[in-house]
């Protein structure tokens, strides 16, 4: 099973809302990722999470929040976004940082 | 610092027939990744293939295999037999091991005609 759950799939937010995306996988895999991509780009790095602690955070702003509950759970905290912040927010996963990464579904969020 | 250069927006096969997608990087780390993924329009990025810079031979994952020239700083992507639904957005991809930083090219979106 190489799955890679992400909730919600659509996500339309105001630049004064506070809300979460949410990623979970069963595999067994000790790191996780959050990457954004923009229409016809191709994905960027945003956060990593290795063995449930922050490992890489490639100069993201401060209203992105990452959050590692668990070996399972990624939560990616957003609060007082701009327009330019929409964008489909991926999640990835994998066994440990140096081997293949596993993509969930992706959130497609939208700041009005 | 690591770049990926896929120098082909987009790329037309015919059904059945074989396709290479370029894909060049630069580094300067002795150790890296190299990693293939297909996008869908649906959106999610589908792993396919990966070559490790120490690997000798050439990785081969049924109908994907990756041309690797490490001398030349290449890793292109051959598919053979495409079929209709590999019609997709192909990113190659690189890790470096020093810093576990992973960079994405541009894509090649690829349209395979019936």
């Known amino acids: 099973d190489t799955e890679v759950t992400q909730t919600p799939k659509h996500l339309v937010m105001g630049m004064t809302n506070k809300k979460s995306l949410k990623c979970e996988q069963h595999?067994?895999?000790?790191?996780m990722y959050w990457y954004k991509q923009k229409a016809k780009k191709p994905p960027e790095l945003m956060f990593v999470?290795?063995?449930?602690?922050?490992?890489i955070n490639e100069s993201v702003p401060s209203r992105f929040s990452p959050e590692c509950p668990n070996s399972s759970l990624l939560n990616l905290h957003l609060h007082a976004l701009q327009p330019e912040d929409s964008a489909l927010y991926l999640c990835?996963?994998?066994?440990?940082?140096?081997?293949?990464?596993?993509f969930g579904p992706g959130t497609r969020l939208t700041v009005t | 610092a690591q770049k990926i250069t896929q120098t082909q927006p987009g790329m037309f096969v015919q059904e059945k027939e074989a396709v290479t997608l370029d894909c060049t990087y630069d580094?300067?780390?002795?150790?890296?990744?190299l990693f293939w993924y297909k996008q869908p329009s649906s959106g999610e990025m589908i792993f396919l293939i990966y070559?490790?810079?120490?690997?000798?031979q050439n990785a081969t994952e049924g109908r994907y295999s990756l041309n690797f020239q490490k001398a030349r700083k290449s890793a292109n992507l051959v598919i053979s037999a495409s079929q209709l639904g590999d019609s997709a957005m192909y990113f190659c991809?690189?890790?470096?091991?020093?810093?576990?930083?992973?960079?994405f090219g541009a894509g090649t979106r690829l349209t395979v005609k019936p």
């Open positions: 990835a996963s994998s066994q440990a940082e140096d081997y293949e990464q596993y």
């Open positions: 595999m067994g895999h000790r790191a």
């Open positions: 991809a690189m890790r470096s091991y020093n810093n576990n930083d992973m960079r």
């Open positions: 070559q490790g810079s120490y690997d000798q």
């Open positions: 999470y290795s063995y449930e602690k922050l490992s």
């Open positions: 580094t300067s780390d002795p150790s890296y990744g």
